[in-house]
């Protein structure tokens, strides 16, 4: 059960920074430079295998300006009003 709802974290963590980082028109070159790690950390985020830690969440909220609530699938705005 746990493992479940873990990896249903993880999906939805990644469909929402594949989804905001395609509308912002990124590569995932740029933003592997931006963060230094891999282009494959960004692609294994987006699958949902693994998730960026606290700090790379923020700077990503940061650069796509949009919350990091949203980013982390608890919040369906994406900026505050």
Known sequence: MINEIRKEIRL????????????????KKKISLFLKVSQKTITSWEKGRTVPNANQIVKLSELYNVRVDYLIGLETKKRPN
Not at 13 to 27: C, D, F, H, T
């Open 12 to 27: 939805k963590i990644g469909a929402n920074l594949n989804k905001v980082r395609m509308e912002k028109g990124q590569s």
